[in-house]
């Protein structure tokens, strides 16, 4: 099976007891939802707020290609 190269960055709570960047590979096929169960995200605690790849939103089912930047942050609070 063919693998990618995914650059991974993580923001905010995401980072704790993690990292900030990681260029990461996978097989061919993964998906956004993947990675954010592979890498261990409590969306139970902190939900995704927004998923990034390249410069443009996607949704945790859309396929990741070779050489993919996918930035992940959590929803945000306040008021």
Do not use: S
Request: no cysteine.
């Amino acid at each position: 099976m063919a693998v990618i190269d995914v650059t991974v960055k993580l923001f905010a709570q995401y980072r704790e007891g993690k990292f900030k960047v990681e260029q990461r590979r996978y097989p061919e096929g993964t998906t956004v939802d993947d990675v954010i169960t592979e890498t261990g995200i409590a969306v139970d605690r902190y939900p995704i707020g927004v998923m990034i790849i390249n410069g443009r939103h996607v949704q945790e089912d859309h396929v990741l290609t070779d050489g993919d930047a996918l930035a992940l942050f959590p929803k945000v609070g306040g008021g």
